[in-house]
């Protein structure tokens, strides 16, 4: 390498007498610098509002040939003429800001070798571009005037990685680093919701994109500089490459969260023949699932032999989810897969929610620098192939067995659901004669009214019959496909075990119901039963909870489904901690539940006294 500067200085030097930022502004530029002035508060509204309208007012046009490539033209021609370079808008930025008291130079980077400059001479060629260095209350920062429609505060505005400057300031002697501010790192968000009404028929795809940071100023300026039609035309075609049936059935929306830097687009389309028919198999249909906009930031080279780094768009954070609510439930098994390179970071996870058939694919990927060195090319192509194979999802669908006698009702289980209730309404029927004697000490007929701390029991005896009443219809007990699935041999979900204990979970949820429509009506009349009855009512959920808890999770099984929790578990026994011993111990139970069904006649404890009378007027009469 050869160079006439024996310093970084000198180039600053050389280059001083050109970035003159003690030119008088024109009237024109003047006027806008006290118009900022007076519109806003403190010094950080000044530096916003002088940014914005350099970068958005004036026009990023490039005139560098001769002197034009490395002079930059007066404040005011540019600000006149609305048009200059990345030299002319540093400068006139720089010039916006002094004469608003703020101290801010021009700075001198270059946009591909970044912190390679330093490894070089010194040199005014070592630089390609020029941006702007503001010294804020104590804060060193970094704007680039040549992008455009960037939003957000003073101190979250996006810089690129650029690494090294030469700030062309008096003081400066050598290089400085570029540190971008902590919400440098733009990023996207994907949400894909596929909204089904049957396995074959149409789907509604809905879409809501967050872009924040850097991505959503370059969501932002293409808006404003691209038509509506052209955009929707692009995102239309964006998907009919792996939907071609697809349609747009709303016109494309956003929301621009300026303040936060936050861009929101909002699509829907309307998917046809989403499920294919697999060939040479009949009755069988597939639907696959793709992340493709994460795809389409995974750059893949094309061979792993180099001599020189390979470069990546950095940084790069995307987060892809994809929700099927699905018409039907559907067998699924939870997956998590990572993989981790010193270049990028990937992360899916498959889960399955059985309330409301929500399948949910989620996939996170970061680019964690921006090159890749030779000697750790195998490995980054390795750790990415393990990524593109993990992509995507399918469902397969038999429609041949889907129907279940073609109405997808289980009548079978309806009846048995019949004498179920039947039986639960008998028990009943017998319980409610059940007349144990009041509490000892406590007079009988001579009931308490119901307050206190018995307000919460009575309370849930009314929700609970509407709650279980409610869990029945709603879960899948009649639902026929269901059942098949898990006592046909030849399903992938064969699962007999846990038919059983479905049949058993139905059997005692309707038994329950009736239990706690008969607790409250015995509540209500105060009988004497009620203490036993309320007892052996927290004893046996705590119990129905806890096994059901046990027996799913001696399971195993292959596919996620919605479990009782360990902490429902616990809540139940806390519940059966409090409620046993108050109905057992309490004065105010004993005192409330004294109306027996049938109370013992009052002639039953006259009897005594009348014998005894009898026996003295006997004795009276012998001594007569």
Known sequence: MVSEYNSWKEVVDWALPMYELNETPSKALQAVIDSIRTTARTKEEWLVSALRFVQDEVRYLGMEAGIGGYKPRSPSQVFAQRFGDCKDKSL?????????????????????????????????????????????????????PTISKQRGTSHSNYIPDYQQALVLSPASKGLTEVIPPIANNGGIKVLETFLFDDVGGAVTLQVKTEYTGWEADMQRSRFATTSLKEIQKAYLNFYANNFPDIEMTQPVDFIDYEQGNKFTILEEYSIDNLWEELEGINGQVRATFFPKVLRDYINTPRTSKRTMPMGLSYPVNVE???????????????????????????????????TGNLLTLHYTYSILKDHVLPENMSAF???????????????????????????????????????????????????????????????????????????????????????????????????????????????????????????????????????????????????????ELMKAFYVANALFVIGEYVVLESMHLPFEMDKTSPSQAVRAVILAAIWVPYFHLSHRVKDTFVKMLQPPLEEEFDQPVVEIANEVEVSNNNMV
């Open 92 to 144: 006139l930025l720089a010039t916006m800001l002094k004469h608003l008291g703020i101290e801010a130079y021009p700075a001198l980077v270059n946009s591909s070798s970044k912190e390679q400059v330093k490894n070089g001479l010194p040199s005014p060629y070592a630089f390609n571009h020029c941006i702007v260095q503001v010294n804020l209350r104590g804060s060193r920062l970094w704007y680039d």
């Open 320 to 354: 892809h989810e994809i929700q099927l609510f699905l018409p039907e439930p559907w067998p699924v098994n939870p997956e998590v897969k990572e993989v981790k390179d010193d270049a990028f970071t990937y992360k899916s996870v498959v889960s399955y929610a059985s």
């Open 381 to 531: 192509m390795r750790n990415q192939k393990l990524m593109l194979d993990d992509m995507g999802y399918s469902l397969n669908y038999n429609t041949g067995t889907a129907a279940g006698g073609g109405t997808g009702f289980s009548w079978i289980m309806l009846v048995v659901a019949l004498l179920a209730l039947g039986a639960a309404i008998y028990g009943g029927y017998r319980l409610y004669y059940y007349d144990p004697n009041p509490a000892p000490g406590f007079s009988l007929g001579e009931a308490e009214t119901i307050g206190g701390w018995l307000l919460v029991p009575l309370i849930v005896l009314f929700v609970t019959p509407l709650g279980g009443i409610i869990t029945v219809l709603r879960s899948n007990y009649f639902n026929q496909t269901m059942w098949e699935k898990l006592v046909l041999p030849s399903s992938q979900t064969f699962a007999p075990e846990l038919a059983g204990l479905i049949l058993v979970e139905l059997i005692l949820n309707i038994g329950f119901v009736v239990f706690s429509i008969l607790l409250l009506i015995l509540f209500l009349k105060k009988r004497s039963s009620v203490p």
